[in-house]
């Protein structure tokens, strides 16, 4: 079975503070994606990685894939409130009842205070 | 209306009731999923609809009852259900060519008394 461990599970910063959670798998995924989940709403996508090394930037926020493709980090700079939210990464199964379906992690939720 | 739709977004039953939650997608996807989101869990791959053929069933017991009559709706028919099966149903649609990446709905919240 492929598992994705998100960590940390709760951070509370406070806003202008850096950051950084963490997706680890002992499975390597040709691609992980990361969600952000809303209270009251359903996950929405941020970024998608595919390539071993991948460094991609969305605003304030840095999105890396392992050289081995088997963990991805999200840094995000100067958090604001309007971060906060559960951040989910899914990563594609590669075999078994898993295959071509996306395997979720639990999730870090984050909460940024003014 | 764009996007994906649930209906309805707040749902309260007894473990007698029959239920059904909708789903509709308006981004011209051919795949539809429900799942299931719990504290403390990752969320969980219920159903998978491929061009209307389910094609995964995630060992869900059979109280859940998918619906899928076209590419763009899908239900999830609710019977006799258990206070556990309180959580979030959340609907999701797409292309599943590329890196499947999804399309959420804003989830139903179900409570089962």
């Known amino acids: 079975t492929q598992l994705l461990e998100q960590s940390p599970q709760f951070l509370s910063i406070q806003e202008g503070e850096n950051l950084t959670v963490y997706c680890n798998s002992s499975?390597?995924?040709?691609?992980l994606q990361w969600y952000r989940q809303e209270p009251g709403e359903g996950p929405v996508l941020l970024v998608t990685?595919?390539?071993?090394?991948e460094v991609k930037k969305l605003k304030r926020l840095t999105f890396q894939f392992g050289d081995a493709r088997k963990d991805s980090s999200l840094h995000i700079t100067a958090a604001q409130p309007g971060d906060t939210g559960l951040y989910l990464c899914?990563?594609?199964?590669?075999?078994?009842?898993?295959?071509?379906?996306?395997?979720f992690g639990k999730g870090t939720k984050l909460s940024v205070k003014p | 209306e764009t996007g994906v739709t649930q209906t309805p977004r707040h749902l309260v039953m007894g473990m007698t009731n029959k239920k059904s939650l909708k789903c509709e997608q308006h981004?011209?996807?051919?795949?539809m999923y429900w799942y299931k989101q719990s504290a403390k869990k990752p969320l969980e791959l219920m159903f998978v609809?491929?061009?209307?053929?389910?094609?995964e069933n995630n060992s869900v017991p059979s109280r859940f009852s998918p619906e899928c009559p076209n590419s763009s709706h899908l239900f999830l028919h609710l019977h006799t259900l258990q206070p556990e099966d309180s959580a979030l149903y959340l609907c999701?649609?797409?292309?599943?060519?590329?890196?499947?990446?999804?399309?959420f709905g804003p989830g139903t919240r179900l409570t089962v008394l």
């Open positions: 999701a649609s797409s292309t599943r060519d590329g890196y499947n990446e999804q399309f």
């Open positions: 499975s390597v995924f040709s691609s």
């Open positions: 990685v595919v390539t071993g090394g």
């Open positions: 899914a990563g594609e199964g590669n075999y078994g009842g898993s295959q071509g379906n996306l395997i």
């Open positions: 981004l011209g996807h051919n795949a």
């Open positions: 609809y491929n061009f209307k053929e389910q094609t």
